[in-house]
């Protein structure tokens, strides 16, 4: 409390917090540790400094009233408490995750008020097992998903019986195992578990879930190519989608006695190969995590979560302009593979700092029919050599690119259906200005879609909100926010880039450091 304390703020009162009512340990245990309470309060803004830090927060106080049934509502009082801040967390709740229903409608049937998946149990049939709502009062673990005798559960915080504690979220898989073991016991009665069998059933698992380093190459400056070899997630990828890699602190190396362990990396896959189940990933050693990518050895086991996001739409026999630059890249190779299979027309404007920066150039040839290479650190357009006879250099960069295309004897945009940036914010912010403002008659009316990478924790789809972007309106003003580890491929006229360019600067101190510290023991160091 003498460095300023903790304060616990709710919109409601402590007994309707799903703590109290859920853990109420996790409160004694609290303000055993001096953390303050402060109840009644909802968020109305943050404050910041002078060097963009939060340094303070507005509360508007909430009046509480209680109705003959014994019901709280809240209501505002147009009263507000600021209350000083150094650092902010925002608890997101603890509604369940239903997202995959939100993307593919029909899969699963929701309870009543749209909240929850909808709880079942399973019932013996003559043929075998059949799914039931679950009676008033009883628990169920088994969704409505039924194909051909296939089921799917679901536990934990996803689950309405045990959300909202770990202890709960432990105990629903042990309740729910026993239901799953119904299904088979059967099967285990009439004769053993075969060892050969199960050993063939664990090498079917890792063949599938089991994810390894291929190869780790040095492409150019600063620029890795990491291959993978994942089966599962090879076949299930798809153009637009990412993944989530770490290592495994046990196989991580060591310098001096420091670990080194990668925070969740997110990564676009340039080559996919479904039959060999090989990821191709581009990874720029810029922070601390991609800088680790460099230790990883061939053979060696690491941790890829997804895909996950949402995979682009790729239209057919249209014009589609592509506009990349830095890691953009990574994630439009596959995109343009994708969309010349569907027999589009690309035009890709090729961003990079310089002509030795440049990587996978046979790849963005092969599938682009026209490439603008523009490098923004060259003295003249022959730097880049063996150009091919539709191909251009412009000195600057892939917004500038545009620009002056469309003066040149080459422009003939009245074909182009869809845009496609990804890649840094002043480039994207740049093109959205662009179609604001000076070549609005010419690309205003085009479809644009930006690939906007926020910041991310957990990507695992609307869990942490860190991804959280701000869009704004075009035409009526009005904002919202959107989960980018959803769809990473948003409106580019929607997307507020000062928003953008806040949230990915919210960390820059912590990476800095850690930055440095990583070269500090790497210099001269053997590791281990």
Same mark, same amino acid.
């Given at each position: ?13 402590? %007994? ?94 929701? @309870? ?5 998946? %909808? ?51 432990? #105990? ?12 088979? %016991? ?138 990349? @630059? ?23 404007? #090729? ?39 539709? @191909? ?7 917004? @500038? ?37 000076? $070549? ?25 909100? %860190? ?48 930055? $440095?510290?990583?070269?500090?023991? $790497? ?6």
């Amino acid at each position: 409390r003498k460095w300023g304390g903790v304060s616990l703020v709710y919109r409601k009162r402590m %007994q309707d917090s799903p703590a109290y009512r859920l853990n109420h340990e996790e409160i004694i245990e609290g303000f055993e540790e001096g953390i303050y309470f402060a109840e009644n309060l909802s968020p109305s803004e943050l404050i910041k400094d002078k060097n963009g830090a939060v340094e303070k927060i507005i509360f508007e106080k909430l009046n509480s009233v209680k109705n003959d049934e014994g019901v709280i509502s809240y209501s505002a009082s147009g009263e507000y408490v600021e209350m000083p801040a150094k650092s902010v967390m925002v608890a997101a709740g603890t509604s369940p995750n239903t997202v995959y229903e939100k993307e593919y409608p029909g899969t699963f049937e929701l @309870d009543k008020r749209k909240q929850y998946f %909808q709880m079942y149990r399973t019932v013996r049939t003559d043929s075998g097992f059949d799914l039931e709502i679950v009676p008033y009062g009883e628990i169920g673990f088994f969704t409505s998903y039924n194909k051909a005798g296939r089921f799917i559960t679901y536990y934990g915080d996803n689950h309405p019986v045990y959300v909202g504690s770990v202890v709960k979220a432990m #105990a629903s898989a042990k309740n729910g195992s026993r239901k799953i073991m119904e299904l088979f %016991q059967d099967e285990l009665n009439k004769k053993p578990l075969s060892e050969v069998k199960f050993t063939e059933f664990n090498k079917k698992l890792e063949e599938y879930f089991i994810s390894s380093v291929v190869e780790v190459k040095d492409l150019s400056n600063g620029v890795i190519e990491l291959i993978i070899r994942s089966s599962l997630a090879a076949k299930k990828y798809q153009p637009g989608q990412f993944f989530r890699l770490q290592n495994y602190e046990v196989n991580a190396e060591k310098i001096n006695g420091s670990l080194l362990a990668m925070d969740g990396l997110a990564l676009a896959c340039t080559e996919s190969d479904k039959e060999k189940g090989l990821l191709s990933f581009i990874v720029l050693e810029n922070g601390t995590s991609g800088k680790i990518v460099s230790t990883l050895k061939p053979g060696e086991k690491v941790v890829l979560m997804g895909p996950t996001g949402s995979a682009i739409e790729i239209p057919q026999n249209e014009t589609v302009l592509i506009a990349g @630059d830095g890691n953009g890249h990574a994630s439009l190779l596959s995109i343009i593979k994708a969309l010349k299979e569907k027999n589009n027309h690309v035009i890709y404007f #090729a961003g990079f700092q310089t002509v030795k920066d440049i990587y996978k150039r046979d790849l963005i040839e092969k599938y682009s029919d026209t490439v603008i290479w523009c490098i923004k650190e060259a003295e003249s357009e022959d730097e880049v050599a063996e150009l091919r006879e539709h @191909d251009r250099v412009f000195i600057g960069s892939p917004e @500038d690119g545009l620009k002056n295309y469309t003066m040149s004897d080459l422009s003939d945009l009245t074909k182009i259906k869809k845009i496609i940036t990804i890649g840094s914010k002043k480039m994207m912010f740049g093109i959205q200005s662009l179609r604001a403002g000076e $070549m609005d008659k010419i690309l205003g009316n085009i479809k644009c879609i930006a690939g906007i990478n926020s910041p991310m924790q957990c990507m695992m789809k609307e869990v942490c909100a %860190q991804c959280l972007q701000r869009h704004i309106d075009p035409v009526t003003g009005k904002e919202e926010y959107v989960y980018s580890c959803v769809n990473t491929n948003q409106d580019i006229d929607r997307v507020d880039f000062s928003n953008y360019e806040e949230r990915l600067n919210n960390n820059s101190a912590l990476e800095k450091l850690s930055s $440095m510290y990583l070269e500090h023991i $790497m210099k001269g160091q053997t590791i281990n």
